[in-house]
């Protein structure tokens, strides 16, 4: 099992910056960590893809925050990073750490964590 705990989030002024973290605990069940990502989702909207990483560390963006946000992560902890730059109202959302993974028995999973509120206002 994979536990995903985001943090990082809050109140921003547009065209302000905010780095997102996404930590990830492991039972015995885990055997490795594939693909990370950023989600997000806002009040009445569906939920979208910000960004996302591979393991070698391969990244792809939403073409709205190209150029403007940058994932990263750190494989030794299980840790995945969102940095976000120039930010818009319309950014305002709840951002979700997402994990695909491998567990002992060889199978893919896939965990969600319980997201971390981004507002932009002024």
């Known amino acids: 099992q994979v536990q995903l705990v985001e943090s990082g989030g809050g109140l921003v002024q547009p065209g302000g910056s905010l780095r997102l973290s996404c930590v990830a605990s492991v039972s015995k069940s885990f055997l490795a960590m594939n693909a990370m990502g950023w989600y997000r989702q806002a009040p009445g909207k569906q939920r979208e893809l910000v960004a996302t990483?591979?393991?070698?560390?391969?990244?792809n963006y939403a073409d709205t925050v190209e150029g403007r946000f940058t994932i990263s992560r750190d494989n030794a902890k299980n840790t995945v990073f969102l940095q976000m730059n120039s930010l818009k109202p319309e950014e305002t959302a709840v951002y979700l750490c997402?994990?695909?993974?491998?567990?002992?028995?060889?199978?893919?999973?896939?965990?969600w964590g319980q997201g971390t509120q981004v507002t932009v206002s002024s």
């Open positions: 997402n994990a695909d993974w491998t567990t002992t028995c060889g199978a893919t999973a896939s965990s």
């Open positions: 990483i591979t393991r070698d560390g391969r990244t």
